[in-house]
């Protein structure tokens, strides 16, 4: 009978709960026989994937990064208590503990393959629906996007609206469908665009715009020589959008020749890069069809310099 009582028992190894945990969090809590605690974990740990996804189809508020940081903040949170707590319960069990139900390799790897399945799912939607992530190699957009910079593209936001003059947004190149430029939407559908010396004129009047100080931005190198790029910074008015344009200086103004009047054909947008001496855009490759359009660049997630920038793109 001894003999008996010592095969039915299966003493839970810490190390093999720490384990599970890493694998999944809330599997470690059924391999020591807590089947619900383990199930309310691993909910716990999936819930901000569908509630970020849900956020960004029901909200535009300037606070939405930092939401999304809290929950991802909040899953972490949770795969640290589960890690924790699953330690815990195997040490609790100790050398007494007879297996149950859950205790199966078949519900294990089946825990494993429905959440991960549901989370790989759940990340292709959110990528492909909602949020795409983007590094900006260039300086064609400074000075609110500096190279290298990390950005979180909302592609849901034209479901329904198409761009609106001063939207920032990823569209794919017209003359290399295999690369993603970020460009300012200037004008739309039915607009007319010109420029002359250095001026945007939008249906026929030239866009206000006041210099701000002077800037400098450091380690943007030209990659004709070695000269650090310099120049003017103004905001431009564009509508009821606002935003900040680069004129860089000699010898590189002289990269800006005149466009003659234009118009945009329907289904479509003109767009410039920020950096309007130094941006490849619609005055070379033409207005950009909307069905081009990922979305609009709306969250910096990673600045490549100054993490005062971090958030909502200004």
Known sequence: MADLNAQNKHPRRIWVAVMFSLIMPGLGQVYCGRLKRGLILTFLNILPLPTITGLFYLSSSPMLMQAVIGLILTGGIVQLAALLDSAYLAKRAGAEYQLNDCNSPLVYVLLVLIVTG????????????????FRVPTASCYPTILPNDRILANKS?????????????????????????????????GDTVEVRDGRLYING????????????????????????????????????ARYRIFSAGPPDEQSADDFEKTAVPEHHCFVLGDNRNLSRDSRHFGPVHLGLIKGRADYLYFPAKDWSRFGKIR
């Open 118 to 133: 549901g989370s790989i799912g759940s990340s292709l939607y959110l990528r492909d629906r909602a949020l795409e992530a």
């Open 157 to 189: 936001v034209y479901q329904t609206n198409g761009p609106q003059r001063g939207d920032l947004v990823v569209h794919i190149c017209p003359e290399n469908r295999h690369s993603n430029y970020i460009k300012r939407v200037v004008a739309l559908a």
């Open 205 to 240: 009047k030239e866009l206000p715009r006041r210099e701000l100080p002077a800037s400098t931005p450091e380690e943007i190198r030209i990659q004709a020589g070695e000269d650090i790029l310099e120049g003017r910074v103004f905001e431009e008015t564009n509508g009821n």
